[in-house]
């Protein structure tokens, strides 16, 4: 198929998670011959993405969503948009995207549609009356947003999957299997385990949801055991979030002194490659990247057996799963693969296997660039 002449546009609410979780997919699709069009908030990653030759439009996206006008804004935004561009096909990543950009393709009559769910976010984790009536509208939105002909959702764990097959917000033919967004094997490399005491460390935003709380009571409870190993926390809280934990919360960690809080940083592989064991105790995930990450650098893995999370692992090969919320199982694991250090370079062994087979990124790229084209299909 030529496809010198169709115009391919993702959106995506921050150009941060653009380039860290798409842009191979973007560039692999400007290879085929795309032209790529990129839509997101403003920040300080936009430049980095013209530099690649796509084109990219500012849309509003707010974090918190809770001013009706300015979600109504972003919509029209992107309807506006849709109808000036007529891309042949729009690519919806994470969840305003999705269910905004999946009604602005109706009114528009976007042809092709490709819907992203990497996870269905904190509005399907809370129990609380305004939550349950928020999950109700939501719902609905993802039932408008899928009403397509050719129209492809991409789920990276069963669980999200069948919970929308559940609500009837779409078919199951439209449905699509992606384990997450995949990881250059080159750039994480599967360096031997650093010597002397054990590092656990946890790469994620300071979210509540993420498990930072349960992570820290960890950290906790090992030093009052008296057992050698040193938790590191890499992230950033969240403004915009309104699970994000509080800088007076991050001063507290810093007296306590059982974590070493490392702040937002970059080099990840890095800070694996100086880990021995990768933690992520977190409420629900699509497909966390940090673990795939974890098992490109073969680090054995501690996360909670919720979805997403035991969808990054396998049991008990390539690291060991705990049950969510729960601080005191989340460090008899931890000190379990502290004390056993043969077991823990097994399943960093067996993590490695694992990318190489299903996370390399080639292979996600070419399972995208497969959807594409058979939604282009005449």
Same mark, same amino acid.
């Given at each position: 198929?030529?496809?010198?002449?169709?115009?391919?546009?993702?959106?995506?609410?921050?150009?941060?998670?653009?380039?860290?979780?798409?842009?191979?997919?973007?560039?692999?699709?400007?290879?085929?011959?795309?032209?790529?069009?990129?839509?997101?908030?403003?920040?300080?990653?936009?430049?980095?993405?013209?530099?690649?030759?796509?084109?990219?439009?500012?849309?509003?996206?707010?974090?918190?969503?809770?001013?009706?006008?300015?979600?109504?804004?972003?919509?029209?935004?992107?309807?506006?948009?849709?109808?000036?561009?007529?891309?042949?096909?729009?690519? #919806?990543?994470?969840? +305003?995207? %999705?269910?905004?950009?999946?009604? $602005? =393709?109706? *009114?528009?009559?976007?042809?092709? !549609?490709?819907?992203?769910?990497?996870?269905?976010?904190?509005?399907?984790?809370?129990?609380?009356?305004?939550?349950?009536?928020?999950?109700?509208?939501?719902?609905?939105?993802?039932?408008?947003?899928?009403?397509?002909?050719?129209?492809?959702?991409?789920?990276?764990?069963p669980d999200d999957r069948d919970s929308l097959l559940k609500l009837k917000a779409l078919k199951i033919e439209q449905a699509r299997m992606i384990r997450g967004s995949g990881v250059a094997l080159v750039d994480y490399p599967f360096e031997p385990e650093?010597?002397?005491?054990?590092?656990?460390?946890?790469?994620?935003? #300071?979210?509540?949801? +993420?498990? %930072?709380?349960?992570?820290?009571? $960890? =950290?906790? *409870?090992?030093?009052?055991?008296? !057992?050698?190993?040193?938790?590191?926390?890499?992230?950033?809280?969240?403004?915009?979030?309104?699970?994000s934990v509080t800088q007076s919360e991050l001063d507290q960690w810093a007296a306590d002194g059982n974590v070493e809080l490392l702040g937002y940083r970059k080099d990840i592989a890095a800070q694996y490659s100086a880990a021995n064991i990768v933690c992520?105790?977190?409420?629900?995930?699509?497909?966390?990247?940090?673990?795939?990450?974890?098992?490109?650098?073969?680090?054995?893995?501690?996360?909670?057996?919720?979805?997403?999370?035991?969808?990054?692992?396998?049991?008990?090969?390539?690291? #060991?799963?705990?049950?969510?919320?729960?601080?005191?199982?989340?460090?008899? =694991?931890?000190?379990?693969?502290?004390?056993?250090?043969?077991?823990?370079?097994?399943?960093?062994?067996?993590?490695?296997?694992?990318?190489?087979?299903?996370?390399?990124?080639?292979?996600?790229?070419?399972?995208?660039?497969?959807?594409?084209?058979?939604?282009?299909?005449?």
């Amino acid at each position: 198929m030529n496809l010198q002449s169709h115009i391919i546009l993702f959106v995506v609410n921050a150009p941060e998670f653009f380039i860290s979780h798409r842009l191979p997919l973007a560039v692999a699709a400007q290879k085929a011959g795309f032209e790529v069009h990129v839509v997101t908030a403003d920040g300080s990653e936009v430049q980095t993405i013209k530099s690649q030759g796509f084109t990219h439009h500012v849309v509003p996206f707010a974090r918190s969503g809770q001013n009706p006008l300015n979600e109504l804004s972003t919509l029209f935004t992107l309807v506006r948009l849709f109808r000036r561009l007529k891309p042949s096909l729009v690519h #919806l990543i994470t969840i +305003k995207p %999705v269910l905004y950009g999946g009604i $602005a =393709a109706r *009114l528009t009559g976007i042809d092709s !549609v490709v819907s992203a769910v990497s996870g269905l976010g904190t509005v399907f984790l809370a129990s609380s009356l305004t939550a349950r009536i928020r999950r109700t509208l939501v719902t609905q939105l993802y039932r408008s947003a899928f009403k397509h002909d050719r129209l492809a959702v991409i789920f990276q764990n069963p669980d999200d999957r069948d919970s929308l097959l559940k609500l009837k917000a779409l078919k199951i033919e439209q449905a699509r299997m992606i384990r997450g967004s995949g990881v250059a094997l080159v750039d994480y490399p599967f360096e031997p385990e650093p010597e002397g005491k054990s590092v656990v460390v946890m790469a994620a935003r #300071l979210l509540r949801d +993420k498990g %930072v709380i349960e992570f820290v009571g $960890a =950290a906790k *409870l090992l030093k009052e055991r008296g !057992v050698p190993v040193v938790f590191r926390l890499i992230g950033s809280p969240d403004s915009g979030n309104p699970t994000s934990v509080t800088q007076s919360e991050l001063d507290q960690w810093a007296a306590d002194g059982n974590v070493e809080l490392l702040g937002y940083r970059k080099d990840i592989a890095a800070q694996y490659s100086a880990a021995n064991i990768v933690c992520l105790p977190s409420y629900r995930e699509g497909l966390p990247k940090s673990l795939v990450e974890a098992a490109a650098c073969g680090r054995a893995v501690v996360t909670t057996d919720v979805p997403g999370c035991r969808d990054a692992i396998t049991p008990n090969v390539t690291g #060991l799963l705990v049950d969510v919320k729960n601080s005191i199982a989340l460090a008899d =694991a931890i000190q379990k693969l502290v004390d056993n250090s043969s077991l823990r370079k097994r399943l960093g062994r067996a993590g490695r296997s694992l990318a190489e087979e299903a996370f390399a990124i080639d292979e996600i790229v070419d399972q995208h660039m497969g959807i594409y084209l058979e939604l282009l299909e005449p």
